[in-house]
């Protein structure tokens, strides 16, 4: 059986060559680029302004084809969290925030993450592939159609007075590290931006990254979006320990890609986020270490409260201690602001999205073996 070509995973260049190989006008590609991302169609039998032969021909060779949902959990604040069947018992969760000005969308980019970050639950969980363009859009493209066949988000959309666009902004900030699945992210990042699509501006679209230097030197060519970098230390030692990723790009040539990025940037600024945990990052003296970060870069720091989970070995800052160290950036006039837990109750929250992952990497074990071990006694 021949496997048909799922659109989802089309941009829009790709899908002007697909259609001229079928004999069409390249118009035909934006009309029917519109009928799958703009209207939500799957079937090509009711796109009514394509001819009859070309419905007959997508229908023959192609398809609009999301990962199978396995479950779908609405948190008491409304949060929504998916969790989506990417096969071969992986399993990817997807995350969306309503907020009173805005929709906010938090999607994966891989099953699992090789980047291993101690405080975060997706590391814990190990690595086993990349995510395909047509897996990274077809979150949103079910997310879309999900959440405006529900009533209540009628409603909510008509608030946003963004049309039929409640959702809003897209976060690559699920499970996976996006810059190390690049030439899959990209694309998809394009569609998120490209007006026969999702049409969503630039400084909407955010890509997490924990510090992936050559690619972010990339991107800022390629597909400049917001950018949000997992900081978390505010030096070396203490972020290696926390991030091994950084060991490889110390806080140095992070900061200076940063800067670089900042020339494409469609924001002024580059958020930094940073998790509190206690006793472990959360000093006055880490909060004046930072401040020197921010004395480097233009900057927004967003501080998050820690989301425990059992593997970890890590406790959250208490509230008072987030507002202190969220003081002392403020007085020094650096931009701050405190996230908002939104989902906990379905582990939907920052930090919390985990899946379902056949390690074939070994990191978990690895991960497992260290989750006894204070921060403070851990070796680089």
């Given at each position: 059986?021949i496997e048909r070509l799922n659109?989802?995973?089309?941009?829009?260049?790709?899908?002007?060559?697909?259609?001229?190989?079928?004999?069409?006008?390249?118009?035909?590609?934006?009309?029917?680029?519109?009928?799958?991302?703009?209207?939500?169609?799957?079937?090509?039998?009711?796109?009514?302004?394509?001819?009859?032969?070309?419905?007959?021909?997508?229908?023959?060779?192609?398809?609009?084809?999301?990962?199978?949902?396995?479950?779908?959990?609405?948190?008491?604040?409304?949060?929504?969290?998916?969790?989506?069947?990417?096969?071969?018992?992986?399993?990817?969760?997807?995350?969306?925030?309503?907020?009173?000005?805005?929709?906010?969308?938090?999607?994966?980019?891989?099953?699992?993450?090789?980047?291993?970050?101690?405080?975060?639950?997706?590391?814990?969980?190990?690595?086993?592939?990349?995510?395909?363009?047509?897996?990274?859009?077809?979150?949103?493209?079910?997310?879309?159609?999900?959440?405006?066949?529900?009533?209540?988000?009628?409603?909510?959309?008509?608030?946003?007075?963004?049309?039929?666009?409640?959702?809003?902004?897209?976060?690559?900030?699920?499970?996976?590290?996006?810059?190390?699945?690049?030439?899959?992210?990209?694309?998809?990042?394009?569609?998120?931006?490209?007006?026969?699509?999702?049409?969503?501006?630039?400084?909407?679209?955010?890509?997490?990254?924990?510090?992936?230097?050559?690619?972010?030197?990339?991107?800022?060519?390629?597909?400049?979006?917001?950018?949000?970098?997992?900081?978390?230390?505010?030096?070396?030692?203490?972020?290696?320990?926390?991030?091994?990723?950084?060991?490889?790009?110390?806080?140095?040539?992070?900061?200076?890609a940063c800067n670089r990025y900042?020339?494409?940037?469609?924001?002024?600024?580059?958020?930094?986020?940073?998790?509190?945990?206690?006793?472990?990052?959360?000093?006055?003296?880490?909060?004046?270490?930072?401040?020197?970060?921010?004395?480097?870069?233009?900057?927004?720091?967003?501080?998050?409260?820690?989301?425990?989970?059992?593997?970890?070995?890590?406790?959250r800052s208490t509230s008072a201690?987030?507002?202190?160290?969220?003081?002392?950036?403020?007085?020094?006039?650096?931009?701050?602001?405190?996230?908002?837990?939104?989902?906990?109750?379905?582990?939907?929250?920052?930090?919390?999205?985990?899946?379902?992952?056949?390690?074939?990497?070994?990191?978990?074990?690895?991960?497992?073996?260290?989750?006894?071990?204070?921060?403070?006694?851990?070796?680089?």
């Amino acid at each position: 059986m021949i496997e048909r070509l799922n659109l989802l995973g089309l941009g829009n260049d790709a899908l002007v060559q697909q259609v001229a190989a079928w004999g069409h006008k390249p118009f035909r590609a934006k009309q029917l680029s519109r009928w799958v991302h703009q209207r939500g169609v799957s079937d090509f039998g009711q796109m009514t302004d394509l001819a009859k032969d070309f419905r007959a021909e997508l229908e023959q060779h192609c398809t609009v084809a999301t990962p199978e949902v396995i479950t779908c959990k609405v948190s008491a604040d409304g949060t929504r969290k998916w969790l989506f069947d990417v096969g071969n018992h992986n399993a990817i969760e997807t995350v969306f925030i309503p907020e009173d000005d805005r929709g906010t969308l938090c999607i994966s980019s891989q099953a699992g993450c090789t980047v291993a970050c101690r405080f975060c639950s997706t590391g814990h969980q190990g690595f086993n592939r990349n995510l395909t363009t047509a897996e990274i859009i077809g979150q949103l493209w079910h997310a879309r159609a999900d959440i405006l066949a529900d009533k209540g988000a009628a409603r909510l959309n008509a608030e946003l007075g963004e049309g039929d666009r409640i959702i809003s902004n897209v976060v690559m900030m699920g499970m996976g590290e996006p810059l190390l699945n690049y030439d899959q992210v990209v694309p998809a990042l394009k569609l998120m931006l490209d007006d026969n699509a999702y049409g969503l501006s630039r400084r909407r679209v955010t890509v997490s990254t924990s510090g992936v230097v050559p690619m972010m030197d990339r991107l800022a060519k390629d597909c400049p979006v917001a950018l949000a970098v997992s900081l978390h230390a505010p030096n070396d030692d203490l972020r290696s320990r926390l991030i091994p990723l950084n060991k490889k790009y110390p806080l140095a040539e992070l900061i200076a890609a940063c800067n670089r990025y900042l020339e494409f940037a469609p924001r002024d600024f580059i958020t930094f986020e940073y998790i509190m945990l206690e006793d472990v990052n959360d000093t006055d003296k880490h909060a004046l270490e930072l401040i020197e970060i921010t004395k480097q870069v233009r900057c927004k720091i967003n501080l998050i409260p820690f989301n425990p989970f059992p593997e970890s070995g890590l406790k959250r800052s208490t509230s008072a201690r987030v507002k202190q160290f969220a003081q002392i950036l403020l007085d020094a006039g650096v931009m701050t602001t405190v996230r908002k837990t939104r989902g906990d109750d379905i582990d939907a929250a920052c930090g919390q999205l985990a899946g379902e992952v056949k390690d074939r990497t070994k990191i978990s074990a690895r991960m497992q073996m260290q989750k006894t071990i204070p921060i403070k006694e851990m070796t680089l």
